[in-house]
């Protein structure tokens, strides 16, 4: 049993102990033993980059287990902010999906253990939902601090001598956050070793895969022009609200001006964009977008959001056959537009036979 926890929950304090306690050295990897933890190690990595998730193995519990650090490993001696940033999301999502259907006891275990929340049981019903538990404001202050949801602001919650409402889904969801944030802080470090030839092969791996999607995601072979008649339908959904004036959610904003700033659209006219059809200060909002842009603070250009992630957040609406097929908004895009292209009927082709002169 705690290995199969270990395998699932491979953050925790006590998967930690159970690896430290195996007292593995780097050259020990290089056992043929070995080499399914190292393949799986590549794979949760390649995942990440490509799904922007991680999938579930759970029938080679070791294995699993193992392939955790190894996988935080690869990510460090890469060095790469942006794969930092998607291999602890993508990990994250994956202890999300879990966590939902987990036995409530090791959900709040978890929460209480591993980040010491004051988390207790809960079971009131109010306007016909479950709330499983009740959590110390002050705890959901700080693990919530990120969401910019109306639903997750603290005058919109359920609050009883302290503690807020919650279900078990949205307890999932402020963990996922946490494991995001701790993820994120190992694999941030960068770190320089020579890494022996089966690891360096599997890095090799993942560092090919990451240049190719690299380059997807930043946008360099999306259409030369913007075309708005390719936009999927969550973008399609968050520009018509800024149109007609609704309140938008910072994931909407985000949503929508980091896919605008992609697929070509000038800051200028982004900006104009949200300043002629809202009351937003015009000097923040060009800040906004351009630090989203990457052309201040931490110079780092933003793409947008997978469709886990806006599933996640109430985004993805009126999806159709083309959804079906991608994880990203992007690769949508990037569909529609061929799609519109093969439907456009050939330009006539100026003549080139002379004309007769009179």
């Known amino acids: 049993m705690l290995e199969r926890e270990a395998a699932k929950y491979p953050f925790l ?6 690896v430290d306690a195996l007292n593995l ?7 043929p033993t070995y080499e399914k933890v190292l393949d799986r190690a590549a794979e949760r990595v390649v995942q990440a980059i490509e799904d922007g998730a991680v999938d ?9 287990l193992l392939s955790f650090p190894v996988a935080v490993m690869f990510v460090s001696v890469k060095g790469e902010p942006f794969l930092s940033r998607r291999y602890a999301l993508a990990e994250a999502v994956r ?16 929460a209480r253990e591993d980040f010491g929340w004051d988390l207790k049981d809960s079971g009131e019903k109010y ?57 994120k802080e190992r694999v941030s470090k960068p770190v320089k070793i020579n890494l022996p030839e089966p690891l360096q092969r599997r890095l090799d791996r993942v560092s090919k895969v990451f240049e190719e999607n690299r380059k ?63 009351d937003f200060d015009p000097a923040m909002t060009q800040y906004q977008v351009e630090h989203i842009a990457g052309v201040r603070g931490n110079r780092t250009k933003y793409t947008p959001p997978l469709c886990d ?23 949508y895009y990037r569909i529609k537009a061929r799609r519109l292209a093969y439907q456009k009927p050939p330009q006539p082709q100026p003549s080139n036979t002379p004309t007769q002169s009179q």
């Not at 304090?13 to 159970?18: P, S, V």
């Not at 579930?56 to 699993?64: A, G, I, K, N, P």
């Not at 097929?325 to 690769?331: A, F, I, M, Q, Y």
Request: aromatic letters at 8%.
């Open 13 to 18: 304090t006590e998967a930690a102990k159970l």
């Open 25 to 31: 050295q780097l050259d020990d990897l290089t056992d």
């Open 56 to 64: 579930d193995r759970l029938d080679d519990y070791m294995t699993e």
């Open 95 to 110: 202890v999300y999906f879990l966590l939902q259907d987990e036995e409530r006891e090791k959900l709040a275990q978890i």
């Open 127 to 183: 306007d016909g939902v479950l709330h499983d538990f009740r959590l110390h404001f002050y705890d959901y202050l700080r693990s919530s601090s990120s969401f910019h949801e109306d639903k997750w602001k603290l005058v919109n919650r359920i609050v009883k001598n302290g503690y807020v409402l919650l279900t078990q889904r949205e307890v999932a969801r402020l963990i996922q956050g946490e494991v995001e944030t701790l993820i």
């Open 216 to 278: 997807r995601l930043g946008g360099e072979d999306l259409p030369s022009e913007v075309i708005n008649e390719a936009f999927p339908p969550c973008i399609s959904y968050c520009m018509e609200g800024l149109l007609a004036g609704r309140r938008a959610s910072h994931m909407e904003r985000f949503a929508l001006t980091s896919f605008l700033v992609t697929v070509g659209m000038p800051l200028d006219s982004l900006v104009d964009l949200y300043t002629s059809v809202t």
């Open 309 to 331: 992630t806006l599933r996640t957040h109430g985004i993805c609406r009126n999806k159709d056959d083309i959804c079906e097929r991608v994880k990203h908004p992007l690769s």
